[in-house]
């Protein structure tokens, strides 16, 4: 283990906390930022879930107990980073479409008048500071809801993926478990075991190889570009022309219509305060805007690509090996070193904790088969009923918590229960028994397509 040495910077509301931590494949130093708690960031909940994968975390549902004479002896939380900054190429495509509005003729709408002075200044990747907070949030909440199953002996098992973004929030969640502000008293919030267990992160996959956290290792994998092209078709003209109007000179594209609504979220979690963006969209422009990233992801790593599911079996097989206590059964992205060893693969914990992206989350959701439609969705038309809902699946800091019970009495034995996002999953496919426990046994045959690596898909990735 590296030696531990903290600093805590007070820069107004926000405290940034950089650690030396046990990185077992060799990671550099990584600076990870958090926040007492993350702040609202001043719209309602129904504005902020028409953001899809990047609206901020929610609760969908009460956290229901388990059904009496049950008992939860194992958690297995996977999570996604917090909000962060776009991407390096998605920033350039931002940048150019609000160029376009502003190098118009804005003069005749008040709404429009903000760019006259508006400087684009979004960073790049990595993790915004309210970011930092939902994963230390997250920490807490975990610690609070599961702390029976952690003691000095059963600290929580950590592993991430190499992104920057997703490392920071491995780490701010492993400072909120533990409650470590390095005694800071000053801050008026909960100190989950404060400082008492202090789980590491103990394992970095590196996404330049075999990774059960991160999407890349199918080149085979085909796009969502024909499904969410034919939609944006469908909604963004209108919203085009009406600005078009307002902004004569602009020009602007369907493609400019996505990027300039994006500059809401993004803006909003980035300064914790409401973009103006924001105010040139109806929430119903705002709830196509969603469907658009749903679509996206149906077609892009779900039950809408072929190719989709197969790259989620990895960490399906290594949940399945840690249910059951057996060793990793795949042939898929698992590494198998790492997995073949107790200190960077155990399977004696009572708690571990995934930290990955958006894409690989929809991949493992399809391939144990969550959020299924009845039908694929429509690029033409969204379906009100439909359970495929991005902000309940991928917000920021969304996560996925796979509980194993011991349950005696009416139920005997190992069941499985999986919540996303608070929401207990009907798990039909392995004889749900009403309450969504599944038999250990039923669940784990019931994964046949992770078991038998993909039924011949894997090939297909790089074939």
């Not at 059964?329 to 930290?355: G, K």
């Amino acid at each position: 283990m590296l030696s531990c040495r903290l600093k805590i910077l007070d820069m107004g509301n926000t405290f940034y906390k950089f650690y030396h931590t046990t990185l077992l494949l060799g990671s550099a130093f990584v600076a990870a930022a958090i926040q007492p708690t993350a702040p609202p960031l001043g719209f309602n909940q129904t504005f902020q879930q028409s953001w899809a994968l990047y609206s901020p975390y929610f609760a969908a549902a009460d956290y229901v107990p388990p059904p009496v004479g049950c008992n939860v002896t194992q958690v297995n939380l996977l999570q996604r980073h917090g909000a962060r900054y776009p991407t390096a190429s998605t920033g350039e495509q931002l940048q150019k479409s609000v160029a376009k509005l502003q190098s118009a003729d804005i003069s005749s709408d008040p709404s429009l008048s903000f760019l006259t002075n508006f400087t684009y200044a979004l960073g790049t990747d990595v993790l915004v500071p309210y970011g930092a907070a939902q994963s230390f949030d997250a920490g807490q909440a975990h610690f609070a809801r599961y702390g029976s199953l952690i003691n000095d002996a059963m600290l929580p098992f950590v592993r991430a993926s190499s992104s920057e973004r997703v490392v920071e929030s491995a780490l701010n969640w492993t400072a909120g478990n533990s409650g470590d502000v390095n005694g800071i008293s000053s801050l008026s919030f909960a100190y989950a075991s404060n400082q008492r267990y202090k789980p590491a992160l103990s394992v970095i996959l590196s996404e330049s190889g075999n990774d059960t956290l991160d999407n890349s290792m199918c080149p085979n994998a085909g796009s969502s570009s024909n499904e969410t092209t034919q939609w944006l078709s469908v909604f963004a003209p209108s919203i085009a022309d009406r600005l078009n109007a307002a902004a004569p000179g602009a020009n602007l594209t369907n493609s400019d219509i996505l990027n300039i609504m994006s500059m809401c979220p993004y803006e909003t979690v980035a300064n914790e305060a409401p973009s103006p963006f924001c105010d040139l969209f109806s929430l119903e422009e705002f709830d196509s805007f969603g469907y658009y990233e749903d679509v996206k992801d149906y077609y892009g790593n779900g039950y809408g690509q072929q190719l989709g599911p197969v790259q989620g079996v990895g960490y399906v097989n290594e949940l399945l090996a840690r249910l059951t206590g057996q060793p990793v059964q795949d042939e898929t992205q698992t590494n198998h070193t790492l997995d073949s060893s107790p200190a960077t693969f155990p399977l004696n914990r009572t708690f571990y904790a995934d930290f990955s992206h958006d894409n690989e989350m929809i991949s493992i959701y399809s391939a144990i088969g969550l959020f299924l439609q009845p039908h694929a969705l429509d690029p033409t038309q969204p379906d009100s009923e439909r359970t495929w809902i991005d902000y309940k699946m991928v917000p920021f800091s969304g996560r996925m918590v796979t509980e194993k019970l011991e349950c005696a009495g009416t139920l005997t034995g190992d069941y499985v229960r999986i919540l996303v996002s608070d929401v207990v999953q009907p798990l039909a496919f392995c004889g749900d028994t009403g309450d969504g426990l599944c038999a250990l046994r039923s669940f784990v045959e019931s994964q046949q397509y992770a078991r038998l690596d993909g039924e011949g898909d894997w090939e297909l990735c790089s074939s």
